[in-house]
């Protein structure tokens, strides 16, 4: 399975070079195929003990123990395999994919650290396999959860709808993705934990993500005649705010965290909410947007030197990358998915080139367009330029370049861990990790030229008016018995317009300090409260009311105690 690195680096011998991938790939999908398949339950053959439908993260125990299940994690691995059922590629998933829906309607219904189904449970990141909740503490919420699971399952209700079987998805799958999409659009503008469970503040993909799953959601739900609420206003909303993680260099992937917010996670973004039908929008960053592209650029050439393996590589050519520079979780070393997801969104960006019959270069994008012909000038090439011929190729065998370093670091069993070592190249932290086994078939399946079904992407506007919106964290020092817990609301929607229903919780974290970060509109004065639950009783602070004078800009903290 180890390619010559040499072949890299040999214009002459691409062919060889690219037949070196194409024989990585043809081994490597159905093994991947296979390592995912066996962390589900409750037949697959390293899932033991987890329930029908349940994904587990990896089968390790120890160092670190994985065997959970995350609902961003098993969330992207079924939209791989509903994909590959509603695309005709493998028509045996169907009973697993019914398993899924069965499984995650459960884990809806689990109230856990995070709340209940109606009060921010749908925001917990992990559970055990058993289905039961997980109560250690934990970076919790994570809202990308919700809007990956409704996208997943959105995707298998539209082929069931084509096929006939409205009935089903009216009654059953409905619902589900319902409560999902109505805890996306009501919780959005929230702070969460980014996917890689570090850092509580706004996270690029997360906000792509929800943006995505609101616009298809509000697509599904007036073709079943439902009510589609406020899922369009929302998408909008989440639409402008995406649109502020941009620094006009690249994509600043989290708002906290004290990091240069160079991330794979702007790449994951761009892949998953890729659609082939939305050109190359920059507002949505699509893989072949100019954004994107000068992003993916920054991304990668941030690891250039920072790993031993990709020393005395050509400072054009593919290396090994990981989720960010700054990472040091297990030793911060190249993950397979990170550096497979760069090479989809090069995919993804060719076959919307191929696509529309043309590929343009703005002085954006052009840094990353000269990384392959110094000359270049912004423009728009039509298929058949010699400009677009070479761009193409090139473009091609860099992304080619991306796999075949995952190959040379893939051991001959081709099992895919998490990680593998950024000085030896060995394969280190979680073995079979399910989530690198999912982004092995995605991106094989875009080189191949394959895309999944369009979301609704096309033509969405960012809407003429954004509120621009602060980030403001509230502390209130507060003891509380067991049980009780301490939420904010106030004058506006993003503090729930009073409703103690909705009422926001804080985290305890640094108790007795309790925190949330919300984003309020700027240069507003907010009206708030704290309130305290326990055993569903609601108090009140007593009177007068507090209030917040938000800055125009930047971040504002408000440090109160219980009153
Ligand atoms: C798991 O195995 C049981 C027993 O053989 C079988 O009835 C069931 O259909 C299998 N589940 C899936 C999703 O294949
Ligand atoms: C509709 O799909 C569900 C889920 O797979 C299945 O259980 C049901 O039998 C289907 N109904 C029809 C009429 O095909
Ligand atoms: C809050 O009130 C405003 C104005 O009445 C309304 O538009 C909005 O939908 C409400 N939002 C929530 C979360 O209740
Ligand atoms: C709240 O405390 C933080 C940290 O001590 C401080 O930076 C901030 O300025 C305080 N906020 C206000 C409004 O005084």
Redesign the pocket.
């Known amino acids: 399975m180890r390619l010559s690195a040499a072949f890299v680096f040999l214009g002459l011998v691409v062919n060889a070079f690219s037949q070196s991938v194409d024989s990585y790939v043809n081994t490597e999908g159905p093994i991947a195929k296979a390592g995912l398949l066996a962390n589900i339950g409750p037949n697959g053959s390293k899932a033991h003990g987890a329930k029908a439908g349940i994904v587990i993260a990896s089968p390790s125990t120890s160092n670190p123990n994985y065997l959970y299940t995350w609902v961003r994690d098993s969330s992207l691995v079924f939209k791989v395999l509903i994909d590959q059922f509603t695309s005709g590629a493998d028509t045996s998933l ?2 697993l ?2 398993d899924f ?1 069965t499984a995650e309607a459960r884990l809806q219904q689990t109230s856990n650290p995070s709340g209940t189904v109606t009060s921010g449970g749908l925001g917990e990141p992990k559970f055990n396999i058993d289905g039961t909740a997980f109560t250690d503490p934990w970076g919790r919420p994570q809202r990308d959860g919700p809007a990956l699971r409704a996208t997943a399952l959105i995707a298998y209700a539209n082929w ?1 709808r084509a ?3 409205t ?3 009216s009654n ?1 799958l409905w619902p589900i993705i319902k409560l999902d999409l109505d805890y996306v659009a009501d919780t959005w503008s929230q702070s969460t934990f980014d996917l890689w469970e570090e850092i509580d503040s706004d996270s690029f993909f997360t906000t792509a993500v929800q943006h995505r799953s609101l616009r298809e959601g509000s697509i599904l739900a007036n073709a079943l005649g439902q009510s589609s609420n406020d899922y369009d206003a929302e998408a909008g909303n989440a639409l402008c705010f995406l649109q502020t993680y941009w620094n006009t260099k690249y994509i600043v992937s989290n708002t906290g965290g004290g990091r240069s917010g160079i991330d794979s996670n702007s790449v994951l973004a761009s892949i998953h909410t890729f659609d082939v039908n939305a050109g190359c929008d920059a507002t949505t960053f699509q893989p072949c947007s100019d954004k994107a592209l000068a992003n993916l650029k920054v991304y990668v050439d941030s690891f250039r030197s920072i790993y031993g393996i990709n020393n005395g590589i050509a400072p054009n050519a593919a290396v090994a990358t990981g989720r960010y520079p700054e990472d040091v979780y297990f030793g911060g070393h190249p993950w397979y998915l990170s550096t497979f997801a760069v090479a989809e969104q090069l995919y993804d960006a060719l076959i919307v080139w191929n696509k529309q019959g043309s590929l343009t270069v703005t002085s954006i994008s052009l840094p990353f367009f000269q990384q392959f012909s110094s000359d270049i000038a912004p423009g728009t090439y039509a298929a058949g330029s010699s400009q677009f011929n070479s761009l193409t190729s090139a473009i091609r065998n860099f992304a080619d370049g991306f796999i075949a370093v995952n190959a040379k670091y893939t051991p001959s069993n081709g099992a895919l861990d998490e990680q593998y070592d950024r000085n030896t190249g060995k394969p280190t932290s979680a073995v079979d990790l399910t989530w690198s086994y999912a982004s092995a078939l995605t991106v094989f399946s875009a080189r191949k030229g394959v895309a999944s079904p369009s979301w609704g992407g096309a033509g969405v506007k960012v809407p003429s008016t954004c509120a621009t919106t602060v980030p403001v964290t509230f502390n209130v020092q507060a003891t509380t018995q067991l049980g009780e817990d301490i939420f904010l609301v106030g004058s506006v929607p993003a503090l729930q317009n009073w409703s103690t229903d909705k009422a926001l919780l804080l985290s305890a974290a640094n108790y007795p300090t309790w925190s949330i970060t919300v984003n309020l509109p700027a240069n507003s004065a907010v009206q708030y409260k704290f309130i305290r639950k326990f055993n569903g009783q609601v108090t009140w602070e007593s009177d007068p009311n507090r209030q917040v004078n938000v800055p125009a800009s930047g971040t504002f903290t408000e440090n109160d105690t219980w009153r």
Request: charged share 15%.
């Open positions: 169907r009973p994919i019914d829906l069931l096929n006939g079987n009935t089903f998805v059953t």
